[in-house]
C-alpha cells in the first residue's frame, strides 16, 4: 500500500517544522542566560570561585549555538523544499508525492495514422489522376435506341485530358474509320459534350480530340526514358464500357519492339504490362505511382499480356499535332472501307505464348492476324467474326501480317473471303466492307 501526501501539505510542515525549531532555541537563548546566571550567582556565594564563572560562560556558549546552528539548516533546507515544490506544482492539481514510484496508465497515441491512409498508395493516386480520365463513345446516326431515341453506340473507348481548354489525347483506332458516326465525351462527373476529332497519326494510333468545355483536370505527363521493369502502375479507362475501372499491376517490359509484336511500319518500343486492359481501355492513361501519365493504353493480347505506347513518344506527337493546329495544315488521312475490328499481328513469340495459355491454337497455324476487338454492328460483326479468331487467308492469299488486311481494304468493290480459325475449328467467313466515301 502506497503512503501519499499532498506536495503543499509537506511543503507547509517543512516550513513549520523549521519555524518551531527557531522558536523554541530562541526562547532557551533568552532564558537559559538567566538561569545559568542564576546558578553562577550560588555558585559563587557558596564556593567564591573565579574558576567555577569561566566554565559556566562556556556553558551557556555551547547551549546556545547547537540550537541555533540547527534551526538555520532546517529553515534553509525548508526553504528549498518550497521553492522546489512551487517550481512543479499544476496550477489546479499539486503534485503527488509517494514513497514508491508512481506507474501512469499508457494512453493511446491518437495521431498515428492508420494502415488505410499508410499503404493504400493506389487509392491516392487514382484519386489524384481519375477526374482528367474520359469515356468516349462512338454513336451511329443511322440507328436509334428504340426507347430513348438517340443514337446507339457503335463502340467505346478511352481518354484523357492534357490540356485544361478540353484536348483530349486517346487512341486513333477508338476515334477514326467508323461512318456515320459522331464522337461522344462523357466527364467523370457526368457531363457529356460533342467531340471533335483534330489530328490523327495513324502509325502511331494516336489521335486527340477537341471538347467545348474549360478549366478541365488534367493529368501531368511524366517520362518513360527512366521507366524501369517491375514498377508498379495503374490502368484507368473504362473496359467494356464500364467507365471509371482502375487495374493495377507492373512494368514488365520497358522497350518491347513493335517488330516482335508483328506490326509493321512502326518504331515505337511498347511498354509491355501485366496490369489487366481489356475492350474499352485504349486510349486510357497508364500512369506512375506519382501520377504521372507515363504511357497509353494501347492494346492486349492476352491475360497477363497487355502493351502501351510510352508517353516520351506521345509528347512528339502532342507537340507535332500543335504546330498543325497552329499552321491549320491538317488533313485527315485517307478513307479506307470500313470493317469494324483491332487486330494483331501473330508472331513466332505470340503464338508460343498463346499456346502456353490455351491449347485452342492449331499447331498448323504458323502466322495470321489475331482479332482482338469487334465493334458491334459493324460489317466484320454483321459478317460473323468474333475476338480471338485467327485470320489465315483472304480471297486465297495467305495474310501474314496487319498490313495485308489494310491492302485488301483499300481495293474498293472487292468482298472479303476470309479463312478463319476458331479455336481448332476452321471457318470460311464473307465479309463485306463498308464504303467510306460519304
Given at each position: 500500500?502506497?503512503?501519499?501526501?499532498k506536495?503543499?501539505?509537506?511543503?507547509?510542515?517543512?516550513?513549520n517544522?523549521?519555524q518551531?525549531?527557531?522558536?523554541?532555541?530562541?526562547?532557551?537563548?533568552?532564558?537559559?542566560?538567566?538561569?545559568?546566571?542564576?546558578?553562577?550567582?550560588?555558585?559563587?556565594?557558596?564556593?567564591?570561585?573565579?574558576?567555577?564563572?569561566?566554565?559556566?560562560?562556556?556553558?551557556?556558549?555551547?547551549?546556545?549555538?547547537?540550537?541555533?546552528?540547527?534551526?538555520?539548516?532546517?529553515?534553509?533546507?525548508?526553504?528549498?523544499?518550497?521553492?522546489?515544490?512551487?517550481?512543479?506544482?499544476?496550477?489546479?492539481?499539486?503534485?503527488?508525492?509517494?514513497?514508491?514510484?508512481?506507474?501512469?496508465?499508457?494512453?493511446?497515441?491518437?495521431?498515428?495514422?492508420?494502415?488505410?491512409?499508410?499503404?493504400?498508395?493506389?487509392?491516392?493516386?487514382?484519386?489524384?489522376?481519375?477526374?482528367a480520365?474520359?469515356f468516349?463513345?462512338?454513336?451511329?446516326?443511322r440507328?436509334?435506341?428504340?426507347?430513348?431515341?438517340e443514337?446507339?453506340t457503335?463502340?467505346?473507348?478511352?481518354?484523357?485530358?492534357?490540356?485544361?481548354?478540353?484536348?483530349?489525347?486517346?487512341?486513333?483506332?477508338?476515334?477514326?474509320?467508323?461512318?456515320?458516326?459522331?464522337?461522344?465525351?462523357?466527364?467523370?462527373?457526368?457531363?457529356?459534350?460533342?467531340?471533335?476529332?483534330?489530328?490523327?497519326?495513324?502509325v502511331?494510333?494516336?489521335?486527340?480530340?477537341?471538347?467545348?468545355?474549360?478549366?478541365?483536370?488534367?493529368?501531368?505527363?511524366?517520362?518513360?526514358?527512366?521507366?524501369?521493369?517491375?514498377?508498379w502502375?495503374?490502368?484507368?479507362?473504362?473496359?467494356?464500357?464500364?467507365?471509371?475501372?482502375?487495374?493495377?499491376?507492373?512494368?514488365?517490359?520497358?522497350?518491347?519492339?513493335?517488330?516482335?509484336?508483328?506490326?509493321?511500319?512502326?518504331?515505337?518500343?511498347?511498354?509491355?504490362?501485366?496490369?489487366?486492359?481489356?475492350?474499352?481501355?485504349?486510349?486510357?492513361?497508364?500512369?506512375?505511382?506519382?501520377?504521372?501519365?507515363?504511357?497509353?493504353?494501347?492494346?492486349?493480347?492476352?491475360?497477363?499480356?497487355?502493351?502501351?505506347?510510352?508517353?516520351?513518344?506521345?509528347?512528339?506527337?502532342?507537340?507535332?499535332?500543335?504546330?498543325?493546329?497552329?499552321?491549320?495544315?491538317?488533313?485527315?488521312?485517307?478513307?479506307?472501307?470500313?470493317?469494324?475490328?483491332?487486330?494483331?499481328?501473330?508472331?513466332?513469340?505470340?503464338?508460343t505464348?498463346?499456346?502456353q495459355?490455351?491449347h485452342?491454337?492449331?499447331?498448323?497455324?504458323k502466322?495470321?492476324?489475331?482479332?482482338?476487338k469487334?465493334?458491334?454492328?459493324?460489317?466484320a460483326?454483321?459478317?460473323?467474326?468474333?475476338?480471338?479468331?485467327?485470320?489465315?487467308?483472304?480471297?486465297?492469299?495467305?495474310?501474314?501480317?496487319t498490313s495485308?488486311?489494310?491492302?485488301?481494304?483499300?481495293?474498293?468493290?472487292?468482298?472479303?473471303?476470309?479463312?478463319?480459325?476458331r479455336?481448332?475449328q476452321?471457318?470460311?467467313?464473307?465479309?463485306?466492307?463498308?464504303?467510306?466515301?460519304?
Amino acid at each position: 500500500m502506497f503512503v501519499r501526501f499532498k506536495a503543499l501539505n509537506v511543503k507547509y510542515q517543512v516550513w513549520n517544522f523549521g519555524q518551531r525549531i527557531l522558536f523554541q532555541n530562541s526562547y532557551q537563548t533568552k532564558c537559559l542566560p538567566n538561569s545559568v546566571r542564576f546558578l553562577s550567582n550560588q555558585i559563587v556565594e557558596s564556593t567564591s570561585s573565579s574558576s567555577q564563572e569561566k566554565r559556566s560562560d562556556d556553558v551557556i556558549h555551547r547551549n546556545w549555538v547547537k540550537p541555533v546552528a540547527i534551526s538555520g539548516v532546517a529553515l534553509f533546507a525548508g526553504f528549498l523544499a518550497y521553492k522546489y515544490l512551487n517550481k512543479n506544482d499544476d496550477d489546479k492539481n499539486p503534485l503527488a508525492f509517494s514513497l514508491s514510484p508512481s506507474v501512469n496508465a499508457a494512453v493511446p497515441t491518437t495521431n498515428e495514422a492508420s494502415n488505410r491512409s499508410r499503404f493504400n498508395f493506389f487509392a491516392d493516386i487514382v484519386e489524384k489522376a481519375a477526374p482528367a480520365v474520359v469515356f468516349i463513345e462512338i454513336k451511329d446516326k443511322r440507328h436509334l435506341d428504340y426507347f430513348s431515341r438517340e443514337p446507339v453506340t457503335a463502340s467505346n473507348g478511352s481518354g484523357f485530358i492534357v490540356e485544361d481548354n478540353g484536348l483530349i489525347l486517346t487512341n486513333a483506332h477508338v476515334v477514326i474509320n467508323k461512318p456515320h458516326t459522331f464522337v461522344q465525351v462523357r466527364l467523370q462527373d457526368g457531363r457529356k459534350f460533342i467531340g471533335r476529332v483534330e489530328t490523327v497519326d495513324p502509325v502511331s494510333d494516336l489521335a486527340t480530340v477537341q471538347i467545348d468545355c474549360k478549366k478541365l483536370p488534367t493529368i501531368k505527363l511524366g517520362s518513360s526514358s527512366d521507366l524501369r521493369s517491375g514498377e508498379w502502375v495503374v490502368a484507368l479507362g473504362s473496359p467494356l464500357a464500364l467507365n471509371n475501372t482502375v487495374t493495377a499491376g507492373v512494368v514488365s517490359s520497358t522497350q518491347r519492339a513493335s517488330q516482335e509484336l508483328g506490326l509493321r511500319g512502326k518504331n515505337i518500343n511498347y511498354i509491355q504490362t501485366d496490369a489487366a486492359i481489356t475492350f474499352g481501355n485504349s486510349g486510357g492513361p497508364l500512369i506512375n505511382l506519382d501520377g504521372e501519365a507515363i504511357g497509353i493504353n494501347s492494346m492486349k493480347v492476352t491475360a497477363g499480356i497487355s502493351f502501351a505506347i510510352p508517353i516520351d513518344y506521345v509528347r512528339d506527337f502532342l507537340e507535332k499535332s500543335q504546330q498543325l493546329r497552329d499552321n491549320k495544315k491538317f488533313k485527315p488521312p485517307p478513307a479506307r472501307r470500313y470493317m469494324g475490328i483491332t487486330m494483331l499481328t501473330l508472331t513466332d513469340d505470340i503464338l508460343t505464348e498463346l499456346r502456353q495459355r490455351s491449347h485452342t491454337v492449331p499447331v498448323d497455324v504458323k502466322s495470321g492476324v489475331l482479332i482482338w476487338k469487334v465493334i458491334i454492328g459493324s460489317p466484320a460483326y454483321n459478317g460473323g467474326l468474333s475476338p480471338g479468331d485467327i485470320v489465315t487467308k483472304i480471297n486465297g492469299k495467305e495474310v501474314h501480317n496487319t498490313s495485308d488486311i489494310y491492302s485488301f481494304l483499300s481495293e474498293k468493290g472487292k468482298a472479303l473471303n476470309m479463312t478463319v480459325y476458331r479455336g481448332t475449328q476452321k471457318l470460311e467467313i464473307m465479309i463485306v466492307p463498308e464504303e467510306m466515301d460519304d
